[in-house]
């Protein structure tokens, strides 16, 4: 388990930037083992992840912000943040920031199912 606390949503033009970051504490197993993610659920859309960042590999993007989006991490894993270039009205959503732990490398994939959760932090972008 590991908690997860997200910052610097906020509103925007359409083809702007933002930057959201998460701070994760709390670790209760290997920081490596621990698949991060950042998903977005939009008023009356189901939820979606649009990124991932495994302990090892690299990262994955959703279609739909893929060359736009960017996922990193310290190398501590004590944050986790997403780069959102060229926002696009279908943006706007509450992203939250989320983790799961896959020992031994397990999947960690855009269909992984986290079980920790930050509070959200909303993303409007505007025209």
């Known amino acids: 388990q590991v908690q997860l606390v997200e910052s610097g949503g906020g509103s925007v033009q359409a083809g702007g930037s933002l930057r959201l970051s998460c701070a994760a504490s709390g670790y209760t197993g290997a920081r490596n083992w621990y698949c991060f993610g950042w998903v977005r659920q939009a008023p009356g859309k189901e939820r979606e992840t649009v990124a991932v960042m495994p302990g090892v590999g690299y990262p994955m993007y959703d279609d739909s912000v893929e060359g736009r989006f960017a996922i990193s991490q310290d190398n501590d894993r004590n944050a986790l943040w997403l780069e959102m270039n060229l926002l696009k009205l279908d943006d706007t959503a509450m992203y939250y920031c989320?983790?799961?732990?896959?020992?031994?490398?397990?999947?960690?994939?855009?269909?992984?199912?986290?079980?920790?959760w930050g509070r959200g932090t909303q993303v409007t972008v505007s025209s």
């Open positions: 989320a983790a799961r732990y896959v020992p031994y490398s397990g999947y960690c994939g855009l269909k992984i199912a986290f079980t920790d």
